[in-house]
């Protein structure tokens, strides 16, 4: 079975604070994902990695970088957080376009809480 | 970020019956995925087509990707207590982009026992 793994089910942060969200996928995928998802608004694609080291800005890419290091991690960073950041947080992971199979697998969130 | 029109929204049922959603979008999709999301946990894969047309099922699960590619259905035949949750549609490549998944507003199942 496809495991994506999201390093914390909750996490609660003072503003202003950095903050780590690690994600782990062991199906060797090409391609990795971060969203955040809030009531009413749906799955919004913050950033987007296709390879090490690759990146690619997706909706709403403001106030968060990434960091890909090694294939089967993804690391989604919040610089400073604010309150307005408090949400879930999904990791996905993915086969690489153009294959046979482009199916997307979910880690089981992080519910961050920026006080 | 585009969305993709999913409906019905919310639904209420009785255990036991038929269930139906679906998700409309403008535009044309080479992969057509269904999830579920049970409160605070993230979404699971139930679905995945890949094909104009393509018919496929799930247990008591059946997904349609819509001869036009820009429509996918799921139905879920005698539901039970534990269908209770979110499900999303999400549409990928054709002209979305290679990589990008576009994923529907989703369905709130509620099941009545």
């Known amino acids: 079975d496809v495991k994506v793994t999201q390093s914390s089910r909750y996490l609660v942060k003072r503003t202003g604070e950095k903050v780590f969200l690690e994600c782990v996928q062991d199906m060797d995928h090409e391609n990795m994902f971060w969203y955040r998802q809030d009531p009413g608004l749906g799955l919004r694609l913050i950033y987007f990695s296709y390879d090490v080291k690759m990146k690619e800005k997706g909706d709403i890419p403001e106030g968060y970088s990434v960091s890909r290091e090694k294939k089967e991690r993804f690391s989604l960073i919040l610089e400073s957080a604010s309150t307005n950041q408090t949400s879930m947080y999904l990791c996905?992971?993915?086969?690489?376009?153009?294959?046979?199979?482009?199916?997307?697998?979910f880690g089981q969130g992080t519910r961050l809480t920026v006080v | 970020g585009q969305q993709l029109n999913q409906s019905p929204q919310s639904m209420f049922i009785q255990e036991g019956e038929d269930v139906s959603m679906n998700c409309t979008s403008s535009s044309i999709f080479n992969t057509w995925l269904w999830y579920k999301q049970d409160p605070g946990e993230g979404p699971v894969l139930l679905i995945a087509?890949?094909?104009?047309?393509e018919l496929t099922s799930n247990g008591r699960l059946t997904a349609q990707f819509g001869i036009t590619r820009k429509d996918s259905f799921l139905n879920i035949s005698a539901s039970i207590p534990s269908d209770v949750g979110i499900y999303f549609c999400?549409?990928?490549?054709?002209?979305?982009?290679?990589?990008?998944?576009?994923f529907g507003t989703g369905t709130r199942l509620k099941v009545l026992a």
């Open positions: 999400a549409g990928q490549g054709g002209t979305s982009g290679t990589y990008k998944y576009i």
């Open positions: 996905a992971s993915s086969p690489p376009g153009g294959g046979s199979s482009t199916e997307a697998f």
């Open positions: 087509l890949y094909k104009a047309g």
